[in-house]
């Protein structure tokens, strides 16, 4: 789950995010008058310096010590703030959506019928299990059932198989995965670097608090910190125009950095739907998979291209618009 960024955020060839450079008119120069000095060249270049030694570069000690990073999300109801860190799945607790999915009554009925659905398949194989067993010990012959030896084989293999999923598990505790500043299912996203501060020091419960390094943060952030990178600034609500404006139009950098956010939020958040839709052999995933390929060059990257023609703009902006559907639904925003 560990999202992998491609750098720049390059949008040449979109007309909706495109720069365009702006003529001004010079005009005739003037006298200046006697009571306002002349500034030369020197002055206006010492002044830009002034300026440029005003704005420090922010510090990004505090986030590689404490292995958490400021991220800015553009939805289609507004931009904000928020947090992501990555850890073994084994030391995170998923975010509690109990309260989120009574909400919805659609989603809460569903999961009462696919409940009820699973503890009546469960008990009928159970029982199917238990009656072909049984009728297989009436027709076996006295001197032909089971016996200890047979008994330990079977004993054997359940244990080999106990063996292979406890290290199945133990492969996936510690694997890393993101978590998001979150809290009862919802992703708290926050409209200024200052409200967003204000909700780190002050104590309210969110699911981040879990990480050994929430107390500190709590105690040195500020302000100035909010200062997400680049890759870690992503525009959803680009997503859809983008797509609809068929492949000529669509920005490789942007719709690979939306899937690797989606992907993410999606897991944090518990959100089974996004994940199926951008799992391994979607149509989404497929679309992915060329977008990388068409960034290479040589023949890996005239093969992406030749892939991208093949995918329908039309399907990929509908499902797009699901998945940032679903994304805005949960967010709960903080000024």
């Given at each position: 789950m560990c999202a992998e960024s491609l750098g720049g955020r390059g949008v040449a060839g979109w007309a909706t995010r495109?720069?365009?450079?702006?003529?001004v008119a010079r005009q005739s120069p003037q006298r200046p008058d006697a009571d306002e000095p002349e500034l030369d060249d020197t002055t206006s270049s010492a002044a830009d310096d002034e300026v440029d030694v005003d704005r420090p570069a922010p510090d990004r000690a505090l986030w590689d010590e404490l292995r958490i990073d400021p991220v800015e999300i553009a939805l289609p109801a507004g931009t904000g703030f928020t947090l992501?860190?990555?850890?073994?799945?084994?030391?995170?607790?998923?975010?509690?959506?109990a309260d989120r999915d009574q909400d919805d009554p659609f989603l809460a009925r569903r999961q009462v019928v696919e409940t009820e659905d699973e503890e009546v398949v469960i008990l009928d194989e159970e029982f199917a299990a238990l009656t072909a067993e049984?009728?297989?010990e009436e027709e076996r012959p006295e001197g032909r059932r089971r016996?200890?030896?047979?008994?330990a084989d079977?004993?054997?293999e359940a244990d080999e198989e106990h063996e292979d999923e406890d290290e199945a598990e133990d492969a996936a505790g510690d694997e890393e995965v993101p978590a998001f500043l979150t809290h009862r299912g919802r992703l708290l996203l926050f409209k200024?670097?200052?409200s967003l501060v204000s909700f780190i020091r002050s104590g309210a419960p969110n699911d981040l608090s879990q990480l050994d390094s929430w107390n500190e943060l709590s105690e040195r952030v500020e302000p100035v910190d909010i200062a997400p990178l680049d890759e870690d600034t992503y525009e959803l609500?680009?997503?859809?125009?983008?797509l609809r404006g068929g492949h000529d139009a669509w920005d490789p950098t942007l719709l690979i950095e939306a899937g690797e956010v989606a992907r993410d939020l999606a897991y944090a958040l518990r959100l089974p739907a996004v994940l199926d839709m951008l799992s391994a052999g979607s149509s989404l995933d497929d679309l992915d998979e060329a977008l990388r390929a068409s960034v290479n060059g040589g023949i890996g990257g005239f093969m992406g291209r030749r892939r991208l023609k093949k995918i329908g703009a039309q399907t990929a902006s509908l499902g797009w618009r699901t998945i940032v559907g679903k994304i805005s639904a949960v967010v709960d925003w903080r000024d």
């Open positions: 495109k720069h365009t450079e702006v003529s992501r860190a990555y850890r073994p799945a084994r030391e995170l607790t998923p975010t509690d959506v049984e009728e297989d016996g200890k030896a047979e008994a079977s004993d054997a200024t670097p200052e609500d680009l997503v859809v125009e983008n």
